[in-house]
């Protein structure tokens, strides 16, 4: 038994010499010339990047790995009043499990707040907030958080979910890996995921909203919405005063819409049942499928239509 013992703890010891010495964290800063109201970009085939705006002049970089950043990474770094941007190429094009991947390469950035930002990472999650400008983000390998934009925002991730708070600007973002959750948007939002279910609240403008892998949940919509999703329910609530009407179609479920019973709307409801709470005035025969009539006096169109469920329209 004891023999046993040695012979497993001197495996270990072999496996741990040969995977090389402990090594500290690698660090590198670098401070670029920028003005407000300028544009900064950064491409990088690896690693999570995170930018925050601030009240200063220049762009400061921080960029920090487990491994040595010469032997992982080649950089270009370019500087002007005007414009600045990174970028950041593998040394070794061919990744390994015990190289790139575990890397964890990570760009911490501060800009002036009035600043065009352009993200793209091949290998991480982003991480935007405090910018007064639009903003573009991509990456391939992880999710997107964005929060405190004044700007128009371009975001798509193949591989996480994206997480939206306190834009005032429109934002149309896109997803193949993950869910979508947007609160607190003073613009209008446009949305498609391919991997979950889209959550929204407080969204003044209008919203296009797909997704073909979960439902969509909406909470105090302020324009227009047009939804659907072949992946799960809807749940639509519309704000108080707000007579813009939508469309809703799911084939994974049900679909339950709220709108203020002050306004005047024309709703045209179809599933496997529709009832409604409001006081509506019925055109062409009423059915247990399907629903036509007009709140108050009319108006915009509300279509809802569902192969998978139940439909239900009430009152705020």
């Known amino acids: 038994?004891?023999?046993?013992?040695?012979?497993?703890?001197?495996?270990?010891f072999g496996l741990?010499?040969?995977?090389?010495?402990?090594?500290?964290?690698?660090?590198?800063?670098?401070?670029?010339?920028?003005?407000?109201?300028?544009?900064?970009?950064?491409?990088?085939?690896?690693?999570?990047?995170?930018?925050?705006?601030?009240?200063?002049s220049g762009v400061h970089i921080v960029v920090t790995a487990r491994r040595e950043l010469d032997d992982l990474l080649r950089f270009d770094f370019q500087e002007g009043a005007r414009k600045a941007s990174v970028i950041a190429r593998k040394r070794h094009p061919v990744s390994t499990w015990f190289g790139d991947?575990?890397?964890?390469?990570?760009?911490?950035?501060?800009?002036?707040?009035?600043?065009?930002?352009?993200?793209?990472?091949?290998?991480?999650?982003?991480?935007?907030?405090?910018?007064?400008?639009p903003a573009?983000?991509?990456?391939?390998?992880?999710?997107?958080?964005?929060?405190?934009?004044?700007?128009?925002?371009?975001?798509?991730?193949?591989?996480?979910s994206i997480h939206l708070r306190d834009i005032k600007g429109?934002?149309?973002?896109?997803?193949?890996?993950?869910?979508?959750?947007?609160?607190?948007?003073?613009?209008?939002l446009k949305a498609e995921t391919s991997g979950?279910?889209?959550?929204?609240?407080?969204?003044?403008?209008?919203?296009?909203?797909?997704?073909?892998?979960?439902?969509?949940?909406?909470?105090?919509?302020?324009?227009?919405v047009e939804a659907d999703t072949s992946g799960g329910s809807i749940e639509a609530a519309f704000?108080?005063?707000?007579?813009?009407?939508?469309?809703?179609?799911?084939?994974?479920g049900g679909i339950t819409v709220s709108v203020d019973p002050s306004v005047g709307l024309a709703i045209d409801a179809h599933g496997n049942s529709v009832s409604t709470d409001l006081p509506l005035t019925i055109q062409g025969e009423f059915s247990r499928g399907s629903l036509r009539g007009t709140l108050g006096r009319g108006g915009e169109s509300l279509h809802v239509?569902?192969?998978?469920?139940?439909v239900k329209i009430r009152p705020l």
């Open 101 to 133: 991947s575990n890397a964890g390469v990570r760009f911490e950035i501060e800009l002036p707040a009035q600043t065009t930002v352009k993200v793209h990472t091949s290998g991480g999650a982003i991480s935007l907030a405090g910018t007064r400008a």
């Open 16 to 56: 741990i010499l040969a995977a090389g010495p402990v090594r500290a964290e690698s660090r590198m800063e670098k401070t670029l010339k920028l003005e407000p109201g300028g544009e900064f970009s950064i491409d990088t085939d690896t690693g999570r990047v995170t930018v925050t705006g601030a009240s200063i």
């Open 239 to 252: 704000s108080r005063g707000n007579a813009r009407g939508g469309s809703f179609e799911s084939s994974g």
């Open 170 to 188: 429109n934002s149309r973002v896109e997803t193949s890996g993950g869910g979508i959750e947007a609160a607190n948007i003073d613009g209008t």
């Open 136 to 160: 573009r983000l991509n990456t391939s390998g992880g999710g997107i958080e964005v929060r405190d934009l004044q700007g128009d925002l371009e975001a798509d991730t193949s591989g996480g």
């Open 1 to 12: 038994m004891k023999k046993r013992f040695l012979i497993l703890v001197s495996g270990l």
């Open 196 to 224: 979950g279910s889209i959550h929204t609240e407080k969204i003044t403008g209008d919203m296009r909203l797909h997704s073909s892998g979960g439902g969509i949940h909406i909470r105090e919509a302020g324009g227009r």
């Open 305 to 310: 239509r569902t192969s998978g469920g139940s």
